[in-house]
């Protein structure tokens, strides 16, 4: 089995859902102050709490690309606690496999990679629905990928 874990870059849109808690909170805050001023303490520190201890569940993203036997498949690794499996395809319906460099795929198309400078799309067709799944792996996984990838498949 080849595993190879992509951090992704950190963003301003992963903390969006705590400010929008901690404003709400805020909201509310206010809103109880007007109509029950001891309840403003403590909503406003509630939604502070929540804002900002419990929401940031995107904060540390990883991705996880496993290439075990023929079949390869992508994880979304979050808060390094909880594991959620994406996508996953055997090998076997790989047609093509090539750097990616931005522009419109056919078919449905699965994006797993942060960078576009060292991305790869590979895709595959399954009862003639085609997936273009474009990821960031490091140069071992791409010779593991194309060690294992049907014969007519071609490294660009």
């Given at each position: ?8 870059s ?43 201890v ?89 010779r ?13």
């Amino acid at each position: 089995m080849k595993t190879c874990i992509v951090k992704r870059s950190f963003s301003i849109k992963a903390l969006t859902p705590s400010f929008v808690i901690i404003a709400a909170g805020a909201v509310l805050a206010f809103a109880s102050l007007m109509l029950f001023p001891p309840l403003f303490f403590p909503l406003m520190g509630i939604g502070v709490i929540i804002g900002a201890v419990i929401a940031p569940g995107n904060i540390s993203t990883e991705y996880e690309y496993n290439l075990e036997g023929d079949s390869f498949s992508v994880a979304l690794i979050k808060n390094k606690s909880s594991r959620k499996e994406l996508f996953s395809s055997d090998m076997a319906h790989l047609v093509s496999c090539e750097p990616y460099s931005g522009g419109k795929l056919y078919g449905t198309t699965l994006n797993f990679s942060e960078n576009v400078n060292t991305a790869y799309s590979i895709v595959f067709n399954e009862e003639g629905k085609q997936t273009s799944v474009i990821f960031s792996p490091d140069e071992a996984f791409v010779r593991e990928l194309f060690l294992v990838s049907p014969s007519k498949v071609k490294r660009i």
